[in-house]
């Protein structure tokens, strides 16, 4: 039986890849969580400005607006400036997670990763 969700019930998934959208709408969707998809940064803006989302869960190598470009622009907008952006990619480098967490990133989880670490990493954001 899924544990119940806590706090934040609406998240952003951002990523290229139709595989990793739909393997985490299952997973978030299978504990409770609201989710929403978008296939690249330009869709993922439009779409947080249309409605909020808690969190948004971005992927950090896309064609045309990586995920570090996409928190920046998020970023840029005052009412924007406190929304929670997760990593969740290949990438370990501890330069880029700490360019991640200099530019404001809450999260980092790198792929390949249980879902249960996924769910878990949510639950520490205070949101």
Same mark, same amino acid.
């Given at each position: 039986?899924?544990?119940?969700?806590?706090?934040?019930?609406? /998240?952003?998934?951002?990523?290229? +890849?139709?595989?990793?959208?739909?393997?985490?709408?299952?997973?978030? +969707?299978?504990?409770?969580?609201?989710?929403?998809?978008?296939?690249?940064?330009? +869709? *993922?803006?439009? !779409?947080?400005?249309?409605?909020?989302?808690?969190?948004?869960?971005?992927?950090?190598? !896309?064609?045309?607006?990586?995920?570090?470009?996409?928190?920046?622009?998020?970023?840029?907008?005052?009412?924007?400036?406190?929304?929670?952006?997760?990593? /969740?990619?290949?990438?370990?480098?501890? *330069?880029?997670?700490?360019?991640?967490?200099?530019?404001?990133?809450?999260?980092?989880?790198?792929?390949?990763?249980?879902?249960?670490?996924?769910?878990?990493?949510?639950?520490?954001?205070?949101?």
């Amino acid at each position: 039986m899924p544990q119940k969700v806590r706090g934040a019930t609406r /998240i952003l998934v951002v990523d290229d +890849s139709p595989v990793i959208r739909l393997l985490l709408d299952d997973v978030l +969707s299978a504990v409770g969580y609201e989710v929403r998809v978008a296939e690249d940064g330009a +869709s *993922a803006l439009e !779409m947080i400005a249309a409605r909020r989302p808690d969190i948004v869960l971005s992927d950090l190598n !896309m064609p045309g607006m990586d995920g570090f470009a996409l928190v920046a622009a998020i970023r840029a907008q005052p009412c924007f400036a406190d929304l929670p952006v997760v990593i /969740i990619t290949s990438e370990e480098a501890e *330069a880029k997670q700490a360019r991640g967490r200099a530019e404001g990133v809450a999260g980092w989880i790198v792929k390949p990763f249980e879902p249960a670490e996924l769910i878990e990493a949510l639950w520490d954001l205070e949101v």
